[in-house]
């Protein structure tokens, strides 16, 4: 696809200005994102508030440009907000677990269930536009159970190093709202697979690898993945 200049450079994809109100996401590697592209719009179709996908061919997919901050930005910008923006993203979990899975969809390893899931629902894959917030990112969506997807943003927002004094400021108010309006009882279970997934994802630092054994520790009563 014809793509205009750089608008953000992400961990495995680039996004592209791509005409009035359009952007493309590209994958890095040349991987196609139809299967992507293909769950965004299975999300919007059942009321979920992914991004508008006009088209899709291999690693491109072009969809709507959501002009606005993350949720990331928010709360760096006034940690006072902090709550708010913690029951904001349990509700767009709650939305989300009321969504069922495509049938195409592949399972989540060890995760039985029928539901959508998106698995990296944290601030920075959340964009806040004047009509409402827009969830991006879908390339680690899966089928299972919901729990799963609350067990990955709670470790998320308990352990992600972050840099910024606001940041570290406004986390605990947000991970208590967070709790609070989701079900953390059925997303424990789910703490130990999800840190496994976290961490063969991606590079840990040593200080990231050893926040998550001190969370796993005290929440999932396991001191090592
Ligand atoms: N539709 C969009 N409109 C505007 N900005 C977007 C859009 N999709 C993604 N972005 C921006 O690009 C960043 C990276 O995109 P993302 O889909 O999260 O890829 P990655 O997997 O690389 O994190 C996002 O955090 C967001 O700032
Ligand atoms: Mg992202």
Redesign the pocket.
């Known amino acids: 696809m014809q793509v205009g200049s750089l608008i953000a450079a ?2 495995d994809c680039e996004i592209f200005e791509a005409g009035p109100g359009r952007v493309v996401r590209r994958s890095r590697d040349g991987r196609s994102l139809e299967r992507e592209a293909a769950v965004m719009r299975h999300a919007r179709r059942h009321g979920f508030p992914a991004p508008e996908v006009f088209d899709a061919d291999g690693p491109d997919i072009l969809m709507e440009h959501v002009a606005g901050p993350s949720l990331l930005e928010e709360t760096a910008r006034a940690p006072g907000r902090a709550a708010e923006h913690g029951e904001l993203l349990a509700g767009l979990l709650r939305r989300l677990s009321t969504v069922r899975s495509p049938g195409w969809l592949q399972a989540a390893a060890g995760r039985p269930g029928n539901r959508l899931l998106h698995l ?1 629902l944290h601030p ?2 959340v964009l806040l536009t004047g009509d409402g917030p827009r969830v ?2 879908w390339a680690n969506a899966a089928r299972g159970a919901p729990g799963a997807d609350v067990a990955c943003t709670w470790l998320i927002l308990a352990t992600a190093t972050v840099t910024q004094p606001s940041l570290e400021e406004g986390r605990a108010g947000l991970l208590a709202a967070f709790l609070d309006g989701v079900d953390p009882a059925a997303a424990r279970p789910h703490l130990r697979a999800e840190a496994r997934r976290r961490r063969a994802e991606r590079d840990l630092t040593a200080e990231e690898q050893a926040e998550i054994d001190r969370f796993l520790a005290r929440e999932a009563g396991e001191a090592s993945l």
Do not use: E, H, L, R
């Open positions: 992400g961990y990296d920075g894959n991006v990112d």
